[in-house]
T-cell receptor
Framework: SQKIEQNSEALNIQEGKTATLTCNYTNYSPAYLQWYRQDPGRGPVFLLLIRENEKEKRKERLKVTFDTTLKQSLFHITASQPADSATYLC???????????FGSGTKLNVKP | NAGVMQNPRHLVRRRGQEARLRCSPMKGHSHVYWYRQLPEEGLKFMVYLQKENIIDESGMPKERFSAEFPKEGPSILRIQQVVRGDSAAYFCASQPSRENTEAFFGQGTRLTVV
């Protein structure tokens, strides 16, 4: 069956370090992959999108990589700040753009 | 430019009642998705609508659930004869077009069935 896996354990890092979150998938051939941030009690906020023919995407302190051979995406936050503490969700999009499938998210805690 | 508006933010229903959730997309957006999120779980796709059309409802239960997005007014997710298992957060997201894949989410409606 189709599966999207994100580390269910919280990631605790020190302020200023780089946070790296992982999204692995099986039995999908996604056309694109997105990363969202979700704070408690709020809706997800779009961060970055990377398409199947792209290896890497950057936006300010954020970087996403996409390896369709390994079926994995890595999401990096450099120079992390306590304000980056949140749950980060990856979502895989299908080629007909009808829907995207979410992982269960990884909670990031950045300590001052 | 207001974001995606969902109301109510919180909704309490007794078992057997109907729940009606509303979603007003961002201005200029004609594509709406509905997702459901259970505690400690990811968002599960329910339905994708374009104005006056249901494009993909493969994630929506066949019974008791329906969705619409009329020409005028908000998109509505309707749950008839609610059961305790329907308790969840329901999010809608909007996009300006099908291929523009940056989705803007609302703050969600938290449905509690008692």
């Amino acid at each position: 069956s189709q599966k999207i896996e994100q580390n269910s354990e919280a990631l605790n890092i020190q302020e200023g370090k780089t946070a790296t979150l992982t999204c692995n998938y099986t039995n999908y051939s996604p056309a694109y992959l997105q990363w969202y941030r979700q704070d408690p009690g709020r809706g997800p906020v779009f961060l970055l999108l990377i398409r199947e023919n792209e290896k890497e995407k950057r936006k300010e302190r954020l970087k996403v990589t996409f390896d369709t051979t390994l079926k994995q995406s890595l999401f990096h936050i450099t120079a992390s700040q306590p304000a980056d503490s949140a749950t980060y969700l990856c979502a895989l999009g299908v080629s007909n753009f009808n829907k995207f499938y979410f992982g269960s998210g990884t909670k990031l805690n950045v300590k001052p | 430019n207001a974001g995606v508006m969902q109301n109510p933010r919180h909704l309490v229903r007794r078992r057997g009642q109907e729940a009606r959730l509303r979603c007003s997309p961002m201005k200029g957006h004609s594509h709406v998705y509905w997702y459901r999120q259970l505690p400690e779980e990811g968002l599960k796709f329910m339905v994708y609508l374009q104005k006056e059309n249901i494009i993909d409802e493969s994630g929506m239960p066949k019974e008791r659930f329906s969705a619409e997005f009329p020409k005028e007014g908000p998109s509505i997710l309707r749950i008839q004869q609610v059961v305790r298992g329907d308790s969840a957060a329901y999010f809608c997201a909007s996009q300006p077009s099908r291929e523009n894949t940056e989705a803007f989410f609302g703050q969600g409606t938290r449905l509690t069935v008692v």
